[in-house]
């Protein structure tokens, strides 16, 4: 990889745009700006780049997701499931079908939101579930370490049980911020960055605060039906995205 002005300026773009999905709904659709980066770089020196960035990008994210906005009965279940999930990840990276675990997670994730479209896509208010809530955090902790990409899993969980937008933005944004901060040695130790990914990493730095407020704008101007009608959307479009690194995956061989 080459740091030279092009670079720059889109990884800045990726970043700013991460940020901003996750001022807007928390964390879990940052694969959404991951193909900007692909553009300038291997999809695994992008994850090793992200690792740090994501921790900072959570702290900040906090300063508006407080306490007063995590809903701590679906936090306790799920965060044992996430770290023994990025766990198996770690252990598995090498050897695991990257391209197949997308094509699944894609497949999983449209059915879903289908059955919500079947359903009338209305809010909906459903009972938790401890085994639910432990399934989703396991398998967002391998995803979230194999492709940058545990939103679907936990936004499967959350999203029925028709929380307030501010809980739905700030449960998700802590359970990210502890799976980046988890996450983050382990992929430093797979992806060992060079001098110049340090640099691009720094340059990038200032995207984090402009990109986490203006997504927290967005979310303050609308309502609780907007919020999940676009979360809803952003899983189609993460799904998509998936498919297509796995379907392209194969073709490629």
């Known amino acids: 990889m080459e740091l030279t002005v092009a670079t720059i300026l889109i990884?800045?773009?990726?970043?700013?745009?991460?940020?901003?999905?996750k001022?807007?709904?928390?964390?879990?659709?940052?694969?959404?700006?991951?193909?900007?980066?692909?553009?300038?770089?291997?999809?695994?020196?992008?994850?090793?780049?992200?690792?740090?960035?994501?921790?900072?990008?959570d702290l900040f994210a906090l300063l508006y997701w407080k306490p007063s906005t995590w809903s701590k009965p679906d936090l306790l279940p799920l965060l044992p499931g996430l770290v023994t999930g990025i766990g198996f990840g770690y252990l598995l990276f090498r050897f695991l079908d990257h391209r197949a675990i997308a094509i699944v997670m894609a497949a999983v994730t449209l059915i879903f939101v289908g059955l919500w479209l079947l359903a009338g896509a209305e809010v909906t208010t459903r009972a938790r579930s401890t085994p639910k809530a432990i399934t989703a955090g396991l398998a967002s902790g391998v995803t979230t370490m194999v492709a940058h990409s545990g939103g679907p899993p936990l936004a499967m969980y959350l999203l029925p049980l028709g929380l307030s937008k501010e809980v739905y933005a700030g449960t998700t944004s802590l359970f990210f911020t502890v799976g980046n901060a988890t996450k983050a040695v382990p992929w430093l130790l797979l992806?060992?960055?060079?001098?110049?990914?340090?640099?691009?990493?720094?340059?990038?730095?200032?995207?984090?605060?402009?990109?986490?407020?203006?997504?927290?704008?967005l979310h303050g101007?609308?309502?609780?039906?907007?919020?999940?009608?676009?979360?809803?959307?952003?899983?189609?479009?993460?799904?998509?995205?998936l498919l297509w690194d796995g379907v392209s995956g194969y073709l490629v061989i």
């Open 23 to 57: 001022g807007a709904f928390g964390g879990g659709f940052s694969i959404i700006g991951i193909p900007l980066l692909s553009t300038v770089m291997d999809p695994v020196m992008a994850g090793g780049l992200l690792a740090p960035l994501f921790i900072a990008m």
């Open 191 to 217: 992806v060992k960055p060079t001098v110049g990914v340090w640099i691009l990493m720094a340059l990038c730095l200032p995207a984090i605060p402009a990109g986490v407020w203006a997504g927290w704008r």
């Open 11 to 21: 990884t800045f773009a990726g970043v700013f745009l991460i940020c901003f999905m």
């Open 221 to 241: 101007s609308l309502d609780q039906r907007q919020i999940y009608r676009i979360c809803y959307a952003l899983l189609v479009v993460t799904a998509l995205k």
